[in-house]
């Protein structure tokens, strides 16, 4: 079955947007040849998850991702102070953990999702 394999994330100053998920989530920014595409590594290669890059804006276009993270009440705290902006607070979803959605500093929204013990998948 298909599976997301890859994100990107659009913004109108890509540099400014990688160094916001830099800075919320310890993201690093790989450069590229295209000097308008920077990747994004959000974790290691033996860790669940995808890789994704920032490129220019491209209109109508949007995307959401939810972000797995230890806590969301920590990361919602470091998005804000990257100039980022709380969408929707976090709230529980019976089965799943907890969520809530930013915007970057570019208004990109995304999701978090803090998992219950034992949640999985």
């Given amino acids: 079955m298909p599976r997301v394999v890859h994100f990107e994330c659009h913004a109108d100053d890509p540099e400014r947007v990688a160094a916001f998920y830099r800075d919320v ?4 920014l790989v450069r590229t040849a295209d000097p308008y595409y920077i990747l994004l590594r959000s974790g290691g290669p033996d860790e669940p998850g995808i890789d994704g890059a920032v490129k220019p804006r ?5 995307f959401t991702n939810l972000v797995g993270v230890a806590s969301i009440d920590d990361t919602l705290l470091r998005c804000i102070r990257a100039g980022g902006e709380i969408m929707m607070p976090r709230r529980t979803v019976n089965g799943l953990g907890r969520v809530a959605y930013c915007a970057d500093s570019e208004g990109n929204v995304f999701g978090l999702l803090e998992r219950e013990a034992g949640e999985e998948g």
Wanted: no cysteine; hydrophobic share 35%; aromatic share 22%.
């Fill in 25 to 28: 989530f310890g993201w690093e």
């Fill in 58 to 62: 491209v209109p109508g276009s949007s």
